[in-house]
Structure formats: structure tokens, C-alpha cells
């Protein structure tokens, strides 16, 4: 339509003011590959395929060798400190040696069991806590003015302005023995001797929280902004008083919006690494730091890759849940 | 003698409001609704009697929908107050109201079937059983002719579907009062005639009082027992259909209710059996079989139907009154009529629709610049003073 118009601005006149190139491409339209390319949709199909061969390279790839190296043999001494796992034997037979016994190691080592469930249990009760947090926050926002919820919003994202490390930083500043809040509660006479909050699953709480309440806000938000008042109005005329109302429309319409800021919650908090590593425990670790002390302090790499493909294995199941319901809320949208 | 009085009895049986003592069950005491600077409703005073159906008529922002609003409870009157039955309605969250209300957008819940959509406003209710919330549903989905669709949701559903289920979810709770918000709007022609049908037929045998919202006139005209036109927040003329198409009290009303030829003169001759008008957009007298009472030499707009101007190729015997020459300057076939614009001597183009009863050959048909004669009957012009 956009080509065939272009030629018969052409063909009417040359726009005199235009340089030769524009005076060209007027007469003559765009190039012919140009014009196969949009044709045939080839465009779309590049723009789509360039992304995924970066993540075929830098995703897919990486993903298999980890893979591979998991179920390898632990060398201490070799470099890199595992087996083969495939080896060209010298009659030319492919030799492939796949060995279980890092994943039989992740179930019976009680220290791994633990963290895993240490894990587990810290990214839930983060994400609920995010969720009852969250929750008002977006509502309140998506009700507001929409002069006072750009700003709102605004405050949301803000903290994302300084560097994550940063803000887990200051926050050992303030939950500290002689900290911020230690020294002004002794000073209101709220307590007489420092509470411990450093080092605690509290303090791994308050860190997850703070850090990833924008993530459960923001989807909670776009979804409760799009609820169409009128339908809480039928409520009401219906006989539902305000709390009914809530709870068979809003909160039933929003399950995308809380099944989204769940799991962009619950999915990195299980791997966190930072925050616990900082503010946590010390006698118990979470599933992460483990993988990290594995791969860096014992150099046993073929255990470190078992437990990364376990944790990837244990959050494709939520992942997959995400996507699901994301689908479903755009299939809504649409209608 | 003993007719007459039968007929008058049944007039006021089937038109309450032309009883004084009739109580009224709607009354809306001057009711003021602001927002801001902005006045949405101006000290409007109404009665709607039981069993009516009551038609709110105007177009966007004239405060019909606020009204409505305000007498479902999702707007507070900045002054006034409204009484249902007798009780003053101030301060009663719309849950509490006995009143329910059709959505012009219908306000479905999406996530619900049609049966729950319906079952909603019962399960709100205490003391109904299961059992009878189900009958309840089931009955009223017969009524709506929805059975087949109780299992979808609403987005599996038409248009025409999707309004029946609201209708249903209003009526469900068998309301003392049903308001309805632009309720046909989203529907097309067919589906719109035949629902104003059902709508009617389901007032009358539920016995259910509407207040029906709408901006247009025909469907006004259809459903309503009374209409109330409004303009600028405020109402301007109530009274039945016909009273307000045939005797429109201001240039507004004749103006929206159908289309009219309105022709700007001074009243010349004003006695109690006929009045005459001397009008420079007509370029004539128009003469008028009964009185205007009003002070001779005022400014007056005679307003003619369209249906109500006949239409000649040969001149009239008296050309001095209500007639105009004029050449046809556009025709549009209607089908059942024929619409002719007129544009006649004195500049002014004049609008006169005929209805088709003769097949007739193109030949036989009035044509595009023929001059024609526009005539009309002395009974026909309503004179209005504003």
C-alpha cells in the first residue's frame, strides 16, 4: 500500500526540495530485495531469529555443557577438574561415561537437603510476605489519581536507581548491633539491650523483601489497573458490601497479576545468593551459596553443575506456571 | 355518558400520574448533583409512579445517567433528596438499596458463567437456600430464552446474549425498581425491536418499575410509559410519548424528538380559535386552528412534522397560508418512506417524508429539481414561545 503510494508520488513530480537519494527512492521505490523481504515476511522472521541464536549460543550451549559436566567424574587434580565424559577410544569406539552419583549425593547429604528446604522455605515466606505487602500497595496505586500514580509508581521503581549491592549494603548498616535501628530504639527506651537482627533469617526476610517487592508491585498493579470499575459497581448494586465485592471480583480477576509477582519473587529468591550471603545465617546456608562454596572453595565441579541443573530443574515447574498464566492473561486482554 | 367514565377510569388505572391523589413511588426532590464547578443535574423534581416505565431522555451530558446514578447510590446529590416507596434514600450504600441496575456496558463478571453471573446478587442475599437460588436461576434463564448458554462465559457470548444475561442478573433479585443504562445501545436494529418487545412484555408480567436511560428517541418512544426529556441537567417536558412528539413545549424538545421544520415568525393574529404567523423564513402567513395566548407581536417558531406536509406539483387554491413553493433538491428512498428536501422560495430548505403506499414508476415520482408546492393543515404547526 505505503510502496505502491511512495511511486505515485514519483511519477506525479519530483519533490524538488528532497536530496538525489530521496528523489531516487521516490521515483523508484524502494529496492526489490527490500520489497521480497517485507513481502515475505523475512523481516519479522529476522528479528525474531536474532535473539534466539543468542540464546542458542549463550544459553542452550552453556546449559548442555553443564549438563554434561554433572554427570562427569570429580578429578581433584585435573584441569578442568573432571573426566571426560565422552572419550575417542584408540580402536575409534566412542567411550561415554555418565555418572549419577553427584545428584544421589545432593539427596543424601543432609547438609544439601537442608539448604535446599532452607531455601524453599525462605523464597515462600518471602514471597508472602511481598504479597501481603504488595497487594495494597497496587491496589492503592491503581486506584489513585493519574497524576499521583506515575509518582507512585515512580517511588517504586526508584530504588532500582542505586546499585543492588549497595542497597544490601546499608541495610547491614541499619540491622547491625550499633546500627540505626539498634541505637534509636535504646535511645527511645523501647529496649535496653541491642536486639541481634544481623545474621538471621530475619534479616535475610527483610532483604528479600525490600529488594524484591518492586517485582510482585508492578504485575499486581498493571493487571488491578486494568479492572474495569463498573463491574465492582454491579457488585454493590448486586448486594455485595465491599469486602464481598473484593473477594469474588477483584481478587479472582487479579490471580494472573498475584501468580506473576509470585513467582518473579519466589524464582530468584530461591537462588539468592547476595542477600543471604550478607545478612544471613551463618550455620545454615541457602541453596546458592552452596553452589558457589562447591564450585570455588572445593573446585568440585561436577557436584556444582548437579546442583545448578536441580535448582533449574526445581524452578522450570514455577516457570512453566508463569508462563501459563501469563498466556492466559494476554489471551483475556485481547478480547 | 357511562363510557366516557370507564374510559376515564382506566385511563388513570393505566396512567397514575394523571390522578392527584395517586402516591407516587419514585420521587426525586430537588435534586442538584455538582462536580466541582460543573452542574451535572440542576434541581430536578420528578415523580415516577409503579408499574411505569419511565424513559430519561437526552443527549451525552445532559445528567440523565448521574440521575440514574444517583438512584442506585453510586453518586451522592450535592442537594435534594430521593424517596422510594416513601423512604428517603440518603445515606444507603447501593448494597442495601432495593434497587437494581442494568449496565449500559452490562458489567458481566468475566470470570463467571452465566449462571453465576446471575446466581450473584441471590447469594448476596440471607436465608436462601441452595435449592432455591438454583430454581431462581434456572426460571429466569427460561424467561431470557438463555438456557443453552448457562455454562459460558460471558466473552463466548453475542451481543444480544450478553444483554439478556445482565437483563437477567437485574431481575433476578426481583427488584422494586430496575434501572437501565442506554439498555438496547450495543444491539442492532432487529434485535433491538424485538428486545423492546421482551422488555415490555417482562415489565408487565414481573410488574417491575423501570426507569430506563436513553439517548434515543425511538427507543424512548417504544418503551416508555412516560418520557422525561432532558437538556443541561435539567428536565424540560415529562409527559407520554405522543404528548411529546405532537405537543413539544420548546424548541428543544420539537428540535430532538424526531425531525421538524421550524420556522421563525411573529404572531400577528392571536384569538382563542386560531392565530396567525407572519414568518420571513416561511415568506408567508401560517395560520393555526387554535389560540397561542400569548402577547401579539412576540417572536414565535412554528414547528411542522415532516409527515405532516404534503407535497403537489399544482399550486393550492389559497397560496397565502401554510404553503410554499419550492424545488425538490434531494430525494432519499427509505423504502417505507420517502424523504424530500426541499428547498423553497424563501431560501430555507424544508424537510416533508412521504410514505410509499403506491408502487409508482420513476416517471410518476416527484423528481429532483421539480417545483413542487408544500401544503399543510391548519392543525398541524405546534407554536412554541422558547
Known sequence: MSLSAARTVGTRGTPGRLGPVWTFLFRYGPPRWTEYLIKNWAGQRLVISLPYLWLLIFFLVPFLIVLKISFAEFSPLGRPPYEPVFRWLDEGALQIKLLVSSYTYLFNEPLYVSSWGYSIMVAAVSTVLCLLLGYPMAYAIARSTPTYRNVFLMLVILPFWTSFLLRVYAWIGLLKTDGVINNVLMWLGIIDAPLTMMYTSFAVYIGIVYSYLPFMILPLYSNLEKHDNTLLEAASDLGAGPIKAFLRVTLPLSFPGIVAGSLLVFIPAVGEYVIPSLLGRTDQLMIAKLLSDEFFLNRDWPKASAVAIAMLLLLVVPIMLFQHFQNKELQANKK | ?386
Request: hydrophobic content about 40%; aromatic content about 8%; overall charge neutral.
Open chain 2, 1 to 386: 355518558m357511562q363510557s366516557a367514565e370507564r374510559r376515564t377510569d382506566k385511563k388513570i388505572k393505566n396512567e397514575p400520574w394523571r390522578d392527584p391523589n395517586a402516591e407516587a413511588y419514585v420521587r426525586f426532590e430537588n435534586i442538584t448533583k455538582r462536580f466541582g464547578d460543573f452542574v451535572a443535574v440542576n434541581n430536578v423534581s420528578l415523580k415516577i409512579y409503579k408499574g411505569e416505565i419511565f424513559c430519561l431522555l437526552g443527549g451525552s451530558g445532559c445528567g440523565k445517567s448521574t440521575l440514574l446514578r444517583m438512584m442506585a447510590g453510586f453518586e451522592q446529590p450535592s442537594a435534594g433528596t430521593i424517596y422510594l416507596d416513601g423512604q428517603d434514600l440518603a445515606g444507603i450504600p447501593p448494597y442495601e438499596r432495593p434497587v437494581n441496575m442494568m449496565f449500559q456496558s452490562y458489567a458481566l463478571f468475566p470470570h463467571m458463567t452465566v449462571e453465576k453471573n446471575i446466581a450473584f446478587g441471590l447469594e448476596q442475599e440471607k436465608g436462601l437456600s441452595r435449592s432455591e437460588i438454583a430454581t431462581r436461576v434456572t426460571d429466569i434463564l427460561e424467561i431470557v430464552k438463555l438456557t443453552p448458554f448457562a455454562v459460558r462465559k460471558p466473552h463466548q457470548l453475542s451481543g444480544g446474549q450478553r444483554q439478556r444475561v445482565a437483563l437477567a442478573r437485574s431481575l433476578v433479585k426481583r427488584p422494586k425498581l430496575l434501572l437501565l443504562d442506554e439498555p438496547l445501545g450495543a444491539l442492532d436494529k432487529k434485535l433491538r425491536e424485538a428486545t423492546q418487545f421482551e422488555l415490555i412484555n417482562i415489565q408487565e408480567s414481573l410488574g417491575v418499575t423501570f426507569i430506563v436511560v436513553t439517548h434515543d428517541q425511538e427507543e424512548a418512544m417504544t418503551l416508555a410509559s412516560r418520557i422525561g426529556v432532558m437538556n443541561r441537567g435539567e428536565i424540560v417536558q415529562i409527559g407520554t410519548p405522543t404528548e411529546i412528539y405532537e405537543f413539544p413545549m420548546t424548541k428543544f424538545v420539537a428540535d430532538f424528538i424526531g425531525s421538524v421544520n421550524m420556522f421563525e415568525g411573529q404572531l400577528v393574529e392571536d384569538l382563542p380559535d386560531r392565530a396567525r404567523i407572519k414568518s420571513d423564513e416561511l415568506g408567508g402567513l401560517i395560520y393555526i386552528d387554535h389560540g397561542i395566548s400569548s402577547a401579539p407581536g412576540a417572536t414565535v417558531w412554528a414547528a411542522v412534522r415532516p409527515e405532516k406536509i404534503n407535497i403537489q406539483r399544482q399550486p393550492p387554491a389559497n397560496t397565502s397560508e401554510n404553503c410554499a413553493k419550492g424545488v425538490v433538491k434531494e430525494i432519499a428512498y427509505m423504502g417505507d418512506v420517502s424523504i424530500y428536501l426541499v428547498k423553497i422560495d424563501s431560501g430555507k430548505t424544508v424537510r416533508v417524508t412521504l410514505p410509499n403506499v403506491e408502487r409508482l414508476s420513476d416517471d410518476e415520482r416527484i423528481q429532483w429539481d421539480e417545483t413542487v408546492w408544500l401544503t399543510w393543515h391548519a392543525s398541524s404547526p405546534v407554536v412554541v414561545t422558547q
